[in-house]
């Protein structure tokens, strides 16, 4: 996420409000809150961001404007979710706007900063009616309000995009069969119980194997791994009228010590190497001391449409973890790549039905690696506790 400058942010409290600045002396209301309320902060942003203005704009939560003075700082406790905050915005508007949430210390006192950044294709409206505002209406901010734009205003606003340098605007969130779920990923896998592997490796003879078959403790791990093993897939849109061009997405994560990342299915026991190599949509996958980086190819996508992109690496854990992931997304029309914070909680939970798993290790043979993957992944639809 990009950064606010915290010097910046004190100057700021020295000036009066503007179409650049504004003063919330109490946090906008958004958990539980109802669409009226919530559409108090939705209001806010698109104007800013509808506003002219050729600095980027703040709005600055835990601050009362003192005409002539500096601004009194109030410290904010409930503060809004960068994530939570963006895809209910972007959700709502009819192309994407450009801003984030901080949160940063002045004078001991905490303080929310929307930060919406001064170049936005414009005009940002809505694409249905929400809590008290309009789909019909553009709301602009003037000077120290917000009104609703004239039709020359308006106007101007598409003849001042059309003369600006057209930049794709893209979008990236997670997705579980083409249901798109934000930031936050839960994944949910099977392990098998200590009684099955005690019951399952026990049984297996110490005569020499003359027909030199995988040993059951080979077979156990590899089931054992298969059936944690679980992928990304994302869905990328395109909130503008430009053609994004040969887009490309970088996965970085770091602490591998509680999960393991792969670009391939682990090797079969007794099968040639060959046979378990996944052709996997990377161009590489590093894993470093520290952490690890997935470079994948998107390609083109369309104005105003949207895919869904699934990353061909594997991800394992044998004990419940959770990590953050950075998307990165560039490409040949995009000035500077666009990053955005993922978090993804892995659950593992121990099968409770015995008999299917000893089924599962018994006939691992004769099993597809795909459908071995199927059988031990669940993709839940609810978001992650982050």
């Known amino acids: 996420m990009p950064q606010v400058d915290l010097n910046h942010i004190k100057l700021l409290l020295y000036r009066g409000e503007s179409e650049t600045l504004d003063f919330k002396s109490e946090q906008y209301k958004f958990e539980k809150a109802s669409d009226e309320e919530k559409s108090e902060l939705l209001k806010d942003v698109i104007a800013m961001a509808n506003a002219w203005k050729s600095t980027d704009a703040y709005i600055i939560i835990g601050a009362s404007e003192i005409p002539g003075e500096r601004a009194n700082v109030i410290n904010i406790d409930n503060h809004l979710n960068d994530a939570s905050v ?3 915005v972007q959700s709502k508007t009819n192309r994407a706007v450009t801003f984030n949430y901080h949160v940063l210390t002045v004078d001991n006192c905490k303080l929310g900063v929307i930060k919406i950044n001064k170049s936005q294709l414009r005009p940002i409206t809505l694409g249905r009616d929400f809590g008290k505002l309009s789909k019909d209406k553009v709301y602009v901010r003037r000077g120290s309000s917000t009104g609703i734009a004239s039709v020359d205003e308006i106007a101007q606003m598409g003849a001042d995009e059309a003369q600006e340098k057209r930049v794709p605007n893209i979008y990236l969130e997670f997705s579980v069969k083409r249901n798109n779920i934000g930031h ?12 099955l592997k005690n019951m399952y490796l026990t049984s297996e003879s110490n005569v020499f194997n003359v027909y030199m078959e995988p040993r059951k403790r080979d077979v156990y791990n590899w089931v054992s791994e298969m059936i944690t093993l679980n992928t990304f897939t994302f869905n990328i849109r395109n909130a503008s009228t430009v053609l994004a061009e040969n887009l490309v997405l970088t ?23 060959i046979r378990n190599v996944v052709s996997p949509s990377v161009d590489y996958l590093e894993v470093f001391k520290d952490g690890w980086e997935i470079c994948s190819n998107v390609g083109n ?3 105003n449409c949207e ?7 594997y991800f394992s854990a044998l004990e419940s973890c959770h990590f953050k992931v950075e998307a990165i997304i560039s490409g040949d029309n995009i000035p500077a790549p666009t990053s955005t914070e993922l978090k ?3 659950d593992i939970y121990e099968m409770e039905d015995t008999e299917k798993g000893r089924l ?19 993709l839940l639809l609810s978001p992650g506790d982050g």
């Open 360 to 378: 599962l290790l018994e006939n691992w043979e004769s099993i597809d690696e795909g459908d071995m993957l199927n059988f031990g992944q669940k």
């Open 184 to 195: 936050h990923l839960k994944l949910t896998s099977l392990c098998f119980s200590d009684e």
């Open 301 to 303: 996508i369309q104005p």
């Open 307 to 313: 895919i869904w992109h699934e990353v061909d690496v």
């Open 86 to 88: 963006q895809e209910f």
């Open 344 to 346: 993804v909680k892995m």
């Open 251 to 273: 996965l970085q994560g770091n602490n591998c010590d509680d999960y393991k990342v792969t670009a391939n299915y682990p090797y079969k026991p007794g099968i040639n190497i």
